[in-house]
C-alpha cells in the first residue's frame, strides 16, 4: 500500500469535486474516474486529517469503465472528527492525484424516523408529478398515507422500474448523480454483452434505484452502503480477469528478438527468422510488440509440446500424434502472422497436455503400493479407471477437454487427503486448538471410509470452511506482526532467550505470510500457513502473560549471571596485571576495560538486562583478542593493544603494502596521479587513526581499484587486456603486438608478481603472425594486487589484477555510531579548511578541539565526541567568517528562512548585480542566490527553505573581493 506520492503520475485519476465544507459527523464519499485501467490493480484512498494523522484507508477495486466510489467516510471521532482542513490522497498504479476538504465545528444531526417518511412521501409525490408530464399521463402515485419507509422505497423503486428514461437521471441530486449514472451504465453494458440475465440485471438495478431514494431523503450513510453494494455486485460478475502486462521497454523488445533469432529447435522457419531479424534491424520492435507475444506464446507452448512428445505413456498418444501431424505444417510457415494464426491449435493441444500433466499424480496415486493410500485407492479407482477408458478411446483432443472437470475431481480427491494430514501434522507438532486437531482427523478418517466420490467432495467443502473459520478467529497479520515486535522489545531487555525463540519463529512465519499475499501460492502451502499463524496467533497472549509475569526472582537469576561473568572477566584482568603491567600502554587498557565492566552493571542497575548480556559478550570477544596479542608480540605495538587497536594495525599494513608496490612498480606514467593516491591514502590514514574501520574497508578497495587502473605500464607496441574467466576460475590475456614482419611468429614472456615485488608465476607462448595473442593461467586466490608484466622483445608492459579483500570483521551498534561522528568530523574538518582559510591554521582554538576530538575518538566516548564536534561548530561559525571594508554579508537561519544582508562599498550610485553560494559542510553548492543592490550598496534577500541540520556557509564575491559568513542549523 504506497504511502508516498512523488514518484507518481498525476492527472489519471479525475475526481467529482464534492468537497466542500463539512460538519462534524456528516458522512462523506469519494467517487471519480480512472483514466487508463490495469487489471487486477487496487486504488488505495487515504485520507490524513488536520494533523497529519491518517483518519481513513481505503483499497478499492474500480469498474472496468474506471468508475469507482468510497465506501461511506463517517467524519467522527477524535481523528476523522476534528475541525480543520483534511487532504485526500489517491494513488492507483503509476497514478495519484490529491484534493482537500474541509470540517467546521458545527455538528451534523441525522434526520429522525419521522423526517425521513416525511421526506419520502414528498419525493414519491415529486418523481409522480415528473412521470406524468414526461409521459403526457396523470401522475402514477396516488396519496401517500403509508408511514412504513420499506413500503415506501418499494413504491420509489417500482416507479424507476416501470419508467425508466435517461431523462429521470437529470432530476437526481448532482452530488451522487454521476456515480448513479455509470452503475447504471455499467449494468446495462453487461446486459448489451449477455453476460448477465435480465434478472440480474434488474436486482443491481433495483438496489441503484434504492441507493437514490435513500440519499434523497437525507439517509445518506445507507444510499451509499447500497451503491457501493452495487458496484460490488457489477464488479463481481466477472471475478476472474487477466492481468495486463505492463508494455515492455524497446530494450526489452529489442532483448527478445534476438532471443529470438539465436533459438534453434522451434518451429519458426528460416522465413520467419528472417521477418524478425528485419524488425530487429529496422528498430521497429515496438510496433510489432502484439505479435512478439504472440510469436513467444506460441513457441513456449511448443516447446512444452516438443517435451511431452518425448514422453513414454499411453494417455499421451493422442496429443503426441497430433503434434507430430501439426508440428510440420508450423515449420512450413513463411510468415508471423502465418505462424500466430496456428496458435489456436496449438493452444488446445497444450491445455490438454496440461491436463494430462495432471493426472500423472493421480495415476502414480492408484499405482502406489503405499499401505496408507489403499483404502483411498479402491474408492477412486472404478471412477478412475472409467476415466481411463474414456481417455484412452478418445478419437480427438477435444475429448481429452471436454472431461476437464472429472481430471480436476480427481486431482481434488487425492489432495484432500494430503491438506488434511499435513494440517494435523503441524497442528500436533505445534500444540494448538487439540479440538480442532480432533476435528481435522475426523474428516481424514470419513475421507478414508468415503463411499463415493461425492462424499469426498462434500468433505473438501467442510475443510475449507474450518480453514476459513480459522482466518476469521486470528488477528489480522499486520496487528499480529505489532504485537510480536513489541513483545520481542520487552523479551530482549529482560534477556529471555526462550520467548526470544518463539518470537522469532512467529515473525518468520509472519514474514512468509506476507510474502505468499503477495505472491500465487498452492492451496497446500495456503493451508499450512494457516495452521502456523493459528499457532502464532494462540501463543501471543501466552508469550505476552510470561512477560509480564517476569518478577524479581526472574531478574535476580539473570541478573546474577551477567554480574557474575563481569566479575570473572575484572578477575582476569587483575591477575593479568602482575606479569603484563610493564608492557606498553597495558595499564590504560585495563583502566578502560574496567570502566567497560563498570558500564555492565550500570545496565543491570537500569534493569536493561539484554543490553548488558549484550556487552560482557563484546567484552569478553575483546579480551581474548587483545589477550592473545600481547601474547604473541608483546612488544609489537608502541601504544599498546586494543581491539581497535588490532585493527588498526592490520588496516595499516594494507596501506604499506600499498607502498611498497607503488615503490615497486612505479613508472613516470603514474607521476601525474600520485598526488590523488597520496590523499587517498592520507584519507584512509585518517579513518583508521578514528576507528572508522567501516569507511576505511571502502576506501581500500578504492585505492586498490585506482592503482589497478593506474599504475600500469603502457606501450605502444603492446596492446593486451586481462579478463576473468569464472567458470573455470583462470585469467585470460588478449592483445596485439606491433610487428614490423607478418611472416613469423615471436615469443612474448609474461611475468605476474605479487604486491611485494616477488613472483607469482610466469608463462611462455607466442603470438600469431598478424600479431594477435591469447594466453591464460590459473587465477591467484588470495586478495591483493596482482601485477602481470608482459615483455615482447625490448618492449614491456603491464596490467594490474585486483583480487578484492571482503573484510569479515563485524560492528556492534557502537562501532557504527562512531562511524557517523568521525564521518561528521571529516566533512567540518574539510569545510573549514576550504572556507576558514587562514583563519582557520592560525587560531590555537581549533587545534585544541580538533586535538580533542581525536582524543575521544580513541577512546571511543561518543558523547564526548558529539560535544566536541558541537564546539566545532561554534567556533566555525564564530571566528572563520572572511569580512572586508569593500564588502560583507551576513547570513541568519531561523524558522525555515535565510535571511542574507550585506552591503558593498560602491564609487557610484547604482544598482548592481550580487550573487551570493551557499554550501553545506560536504562543501556541495545548495543554493545559489542573486540579488540587486540598493544605490547605496545595501542588500538584503530572503530565502524560503528548510536545510538539513549542520554548519553553512554563505560566500558573496565582489568584483576580486571573497567574503563569507557561517550559520548553524541545529
Excluded at 273 to 287: D, H, L, M, Q, S
Excluded at 692 to 715: C, H, P, R, T, W
Excluded at 767 to 775: C, E, H
Amino acid at each position: 500500500m504506497p504511502v508516498y506520492a512523488s514518484a507518481q503520475t498525476p492527472d489519471r485519476i479525475t475526481l467529482l469535486e464534492n468537497f466542500g465544507n463539512y460538519e462534524s459527523g456528516e458522512p462523506l464519499f469519494v467517487y471519480g474516474q480512472i483514466a487508463s485501467i490495469v487489471d487486477d490493480s487496487f486504488l488505495i484512498m487515504q485520507i490524513f486529517n488536520p494533523q497529519g494523522d491518517i483518519c481513513q484507508i481505503q483499497q478499492l477495486m474500480p469498474l472496468s469503465n474506471g468508475a469507482f466510489i468510497t465506501d461511506v467516510i463517517p467524519l467522527k471521532g477524535r481523528i476523522c472528527g476534528i475541525p480543520g482542513e483534511y487532504e485526500i490522497k489517491l494513488f492507483y498504479g503509476d497514478y495519484s492525484t490529491s484534493t482537500t476538504f474541509s470540517v467546521s465545528s458545527g455538528s451534523f444531526s441525522e434526520p429522525t424516523k419521522d423526517q425521513m417518511i416525511s421526506s419520502a412521501k414528498n419525493l414519491l409525490s415529486e418523481q409522480g408529478s415528473v412521470i406524468g408530464n414526461l409521459y403526457d399521463i396523470p401522475s402514477p402515485v396516488s396519496n401517500q398515507t403509508s408511514s412504513n419507509l420499506s413500503e415506501l422505497e418499494s413504491e420509489y423503486v417500482s416507479l424507476w422500474n416501470e419508467f425508466f428514461v435517461d431523462d429521470l437521471i437529470t432530476e437526481i441530486n448532482p452530488l451522487i448523480r454521476p456515480a448513479v449514472s455509470s452503475s447504471l451504465d455499467s449494468v446495462q453494458q453487461l446486459l448489451d454483452d449477455d453476460e448477465i440475465s435480465f434478472e440480474i440485471a434488474k436486482s443491481i438495478d433495483e438496489i441503484i434505484f434504492a441507493s437514490v431514494f435513500y440519499y434523497e431523503i437525507g439517509d445518506k450513510t445507507k444510499a451509499i452502503d447500497l451503491l457501493t453494494d452495487a458496484f460490488v455486485d457489477v464488479r463481481n460478475v466477472n471475478p476472474e480477469k487477466v492481468s495486463n502486462q505492463r508494455a515492455p521497454t524497446f530494450d526489452e523488445l529489442e532483448e527478445t528478438l534476438l532471443n529470438l533469432m539465436k533459438k534453434s529447435d522451434t518451429v519458426m522457419s528460416k522465413s520467419v527468422k528472417n521477418e524478425v531479424g528485419f524488425i530487429f534491424a529496422r528498430g521497429t520492435a515496438p510496433v510489432y510488440s502484439d505479435e512478439i507475444g504472440e510469436l513467444i506464446d506460441v513457441l513456449s507452448k511448443s516447446r512444452y509440446l516438443d517435451v511431452v512428445s518425448r514422453k513414454q505413456s499411453d494417455l499421451y498418444k493422442l496429443v503426441q500424434n497430433d503434434w507430430e501431424s501439426l508440428k510440420p505444417s508450423l515449420m512450413g510457415k513463411e510468415s508471423i502472422d502465418e505462424l500466430i494464426a496456428s496458435s489456436i491449435r496449438v493452444t488446445e493441444l497444450h491445455q490438454a497436455a496440461i491436463l494430462l500433466r495432471e493426472l500423472d499424480s493421480v495415476d502414480r496415486f492408484i499405482s502406489s503400493d503405499s499401505e496408507e493410500n489403499g483404502d483411498l485407492a479402491n474408492l477412486i479407482q472404478p471412477d478412475w479407471s472409467a476415466l481411463e477408458r474414456d481417455l484412452a478411446l478418445a478419437s480427438s483432443v477435444e475429448d481429452i477437454l471436454e472431461s476437464e472437470s472429472q481430471i480436476h475431481q480427481m486431482v481434488q480427491i487425492i489432495d484432500i487427503s494430503s491438506r488434511i494430514s499435513k494440517s494435523v501434522e503441524i497442528s500436533q507438532m505445534s500444540g494448538i486448538d487439540s479440538s480442532l486437531v480432533e476435528d481435522w482427523k475426523s474428516l481424514l478418517e470419513r475421507v478414508e471410509n468415503a463411499d463415493s466420490v461425492d462424499d469426498i467432495l462434500e468433505i473438501v467443502l467442510e475443510f475449507d470452511e474450518s480453514m476459513t473459520e480459522l482466518r476469521e478467529k486470528r488477528n489480522p497479520l499486520v496487528v499480529l506482526e505489532f504485537q510480536y515486535k513489541t513483545m520481542k522489545e520487552k523479551a530482549e531487555l529482560q534477556a529471555d532467550y526462550e520467548n526470544l525463540f518463539l518470537i522469532d519463529n512467529a515473525l518468520r512465519i509472519l514474514d512468509t505470510a506476507k510474502q505468499m499475499e503477495s505472491g500465487n501460492p498452492s492451496i497446500t502451502r495456503i493451508d499450512r500457513i494457516e495452521v502456523l499463524l493459528s499457532w502464532v496467533s494462540e501463543m501471543s497472549p501466552k508469550i505476552q502473560e510470561d512477560l509480564d509475569a517476569y518478577n524479581k526472582d526472574a531478574y535476580k537469576v539473570r541478573a546474577s549471571d551477567i554480574l557474575q561473568r563481569a566479575k570473572s572477566l575484572e578477575n582476569l584482568v587483575e591477575l593479568s596485571l602482575t606479569k603484563n603491567r610493564f608492557l606498553p600502554n597495558y595499564i590504560e587498557f585495563t583502566e578502560t576495560f574496567n570502566e567497560k565492566i563498570d558500564n555492565v552493571r550500570d545496565l543491570v542497575i537500569k534493569n536493561d538486562l539484554d543490553q548488558a548480556d549484550e556487552l560482557v559478550r563484546d567484552l569478553f570477544d575483546e579480551w581474548s583478542q587483545v589477550s592473545k596479542a600481547y601474547t604473541d608480540d608483546p612488544l609489537g605495538s608502541e601504544v599498546g593493544y586494543t581491539a581497535d587497536e588490532i585493527k588498526r594495525i592490520e588496516f595499516r599494513k594494507k596501506l604499506d603494502a600499498f607502498s611498497n608496490m607503488v615503490s615497486s612498480f612505479y613508472n613516470t606514467g603514474f607521476s601525474e596521479y600520485v598526488d590523488e593516491y597520496n590523499q587517498k591514502m592520507a584519507d584512509a590514514n585518517q579513518m583508521i587513526e578514528l576507528a572508522n574501520f567501516v569507511d576505511a574497508e571502502s576506501k581500500i578497495s578504492e585505492i586498490g581499484d585506482y592503482l589497478s587502473k593506474y599504475l600500469v605500464l603502457d606501450n605502444s607496441s603492446i596492446i593486451y587486456d586481462i579478463s576473468f574467466d569464472a567458470e573455470k576460475s583462470i585469467w585470460v590475456i588478449n592483445g596485439a603486438t606491433e610487428k614490423s614482419a607478418f611472416d613469423r611468429r615471436e615469443n612474448l614472456y609474461v611475468t605476474v608478481y605479487n604486491m611485494d615485488g616477488t613472483k607469482h608465476s610466469s608463462l611462455e607462448f607466442t603470438d600469431t603472425k598478424q600479431g594477435n595473442f591469447f594466453t591464460q593461467w590459473i587465477a591467484p586466490a588470495d586478495p591483493g594486487l596482482y601485477v602481470v608484466m608482459l615483455q615482447y622483445k625490448d618492449s614491456k608492459a603491464s596490467q594490474i589484477v585486483h583480487i578484492e579483500e571482503e573484510f569479515d570483521y563485524e560492528y556492534n551498534a557502537t562501532d557504527l555510531s562512531m562511524v557517523e561522528l568521525a564521518r561528521e568530523f571529516e566533512e567540518l574538518e574539510s569545510f573549514a579548511e576550504a572556507f576558514g582559510g587562514e583563519s582557520y591554521f592560525e587560531n590555537p582554538r581549533f587545534a585544541s578541539v580538533i586535538n580533542e576530538i581525536e582524543f575521544a575518538f580513541k577512546d571511543k566516548d561518543a558523547e564526548d565526541v558529539d560535544d566536541n564536534l558541537n564546539e566545532l561548530k561554534t567556533i566555525i561559525e564564530r571566528y572563520l567568517p572572511v569580512r572586508s571594508r569593500v564588502a560583507v554579508v551576513e547570513a541568519i537561519y531561523d524558522d525555515d528562512k535565510l535571511i542574507v544582508s550585506g552591503a558593498v562599498q560602491k564609487t557610484l550610485a547604482f544598482r548592481e548585480d550580487l550573487f551570493v553560494d551557499v554550501y553545506d559542510q560536504r562543501g556541495t553548492l545548495i543554493e545559489e542566490i542573486s540579488l540587486k543592490d540598493n544605490s547605496s550598496g545595501l542588500f538584503t534577500e530572503t530565502v524560503s527553505r528548510a536545510f538539513e541540520p549542520g554548519v553553512y556557509v554563505t560566500q558573496l564575491q565582489y568584483h576580486d573581493v571573497v567574503v563569507t559568513d557561517f550559520f548553524n542549523v541545529k
